[in-house]
């Protein structure tokens, strides 16, 4: 089945310790997007590629970083996670056709961070 | 700048009966789409239904629809004959049409299934 994934889903990292937490997907969509999620509230934009085009939310910290090395990639690096950072990220994609496209989510990847 | 408002973090509804979630927004645009998304325990997001501010039809799809009141900014949903896996986190979006591609989500609220 087409399909996002996300790996890993539970990542354990230290305070101000980089780390990439990764999506693929089968869709073949030519966007994907991060949302950061914490606890009981709604998930939130950080950026999203359109195709190689990539779009930064303009409140999302520059400790946020994001690379797609091809359609199918896209990783979300954190250079230096502070205990604020611990969430739920979100991958999603979706196929541009001019309207509002659905947006496909992962399963998320629940960061903690020590 | 837009927001979206759900003002239930959680309900519950016996199976088979019918519940109304609700949701508002605040914009200033014309033009513009709303969703529901549902996000089940440990399982990932997905779209319920979606609704375009040009339509005046309320959107259906199955056992969903929704209650859209364009000049009232509100966009209820309606699940009926509730099931177990209905129980779910819904969140209700907005997407500008001149923005696509960034979902402004709501708070969330929690539906739990009872049987």
């Known amino acids: 089945d087409a399909m996002v994934i996300q790996n890993p889903r539970y990542q354990v990292t230290q305070f101000g310790k980089p780390v990439t937490l990764s999506c693929s997907q089968t869709?073949?969509?030519?966007?994907m997007y991060w949302y950061q999620q914490k606890s009981s509230q709604a998930p939130k934009l950080l950026f999203h590629?359109?195709?190689?085009?990539?779009?930064n939310e303009a409140d999302t910290p520059d400790n946020f970083q994001s690379r797609r090395p091809n359609t199918s990639f896209c990783f979300l690096d954190i250079r230096s996670p502070g205990l604020g950072d611990a969430a739920m990220y979100l991958c999603?994609?979706?196929?541009?056709?001019?309207?509002?496209?659905?947006?496909?989510f992962g399963p998320g990847t629940r960061l903690l961070v020590l | 700048a837009q927001t979206v408002t759900q003002s239930q973090p959680e309900m519950s509804v016996q199976e088979a009966e019918t519940v109304t979630l609700s949701c508002t927004y605040d914009?200033?645009?014309?033009?513009?789409?709303l969703f529901w998304y549902k996000q089940p325990p440990s399982r990932q997001m997905i779209l319920v239904i979606r609704?375009?501010?040009?339509?005046?039809q309320n959107a259906t799809e199955n056992r969903f629809s929704v209650n859209f009141q364009k000049a009232a900014k509100s966009f209820s949903l309606k699940i009926s004959d509730s099931q177990l896996g209905d129980t779910a986190m819904y969140f209700c979006a907005f997407m500008r049409s001149s923005n696509t591609g960034k979902l402004i989500f709501g708070q969330g609220t929690t539906l739990q299934v009872k049987p």
């Open positions: 914009t200033s645009e014309n033009n513009y789409y």
């Open positions: 869709l073949n969509h030519n966007v």
């Open positions: 999603a994609t979706s196929r541009d056709e001019g309207g509002a496209e659905t947006q496909y």
């Open positions: 590629y359109y195709d190689k085009d990539f779009n």
């Open positions: 609704q375009e501010a040009y339509k005046q």
